[in-house]
């Protein structure tokens, strides 16, 4: 639950900073972070300021662990009701 907290915190913190700095519509700037923290990455857009740059180096870093870390959480809890189901 954690996890996904965080990641959402990311998601609005994101998106705010993208349609306040870079000037994308919140509807764009919710897309590029998702596809960020999903490891996709967004082709058509990179930010055009240092600040944006900055933030989104460290956005990548920070979200890519968050978004792995509850992917992997979520494996486990299948796997281990799968072997549950087993018994």
């Not at 897309?31 to 460290?58: R, W």
């Not at 992997?72 to 549950?84: D, N, P, R, V």
Request: hydrophobic share 50%; glycine share 10%.
């Amino acid at each position: 639950v954690a996890l996904f907290v965080l990641i959402v915190i990311m998601l609005i913190s994101g998106t705010m900073f993208y349609t306040k700095q870079e000037g994308l519509s919140v509807l764009d700037a919710l897309y590029f972070c998702v596809a960020t923290l999903s490891t996709v990455g967004h082709p058509d857009f990179a930010p055009q300021t240092s600040m944006g740059k900055v933030f989104t180096m460290i956005y990548i870093v920070v979200g890519t662990g968050l978004f792995l870390g509850m992917v992997g959480h979520l494996a486990y809890a299948l796997i281990k009701s799968t072997q549950k189901e087993e018994k």
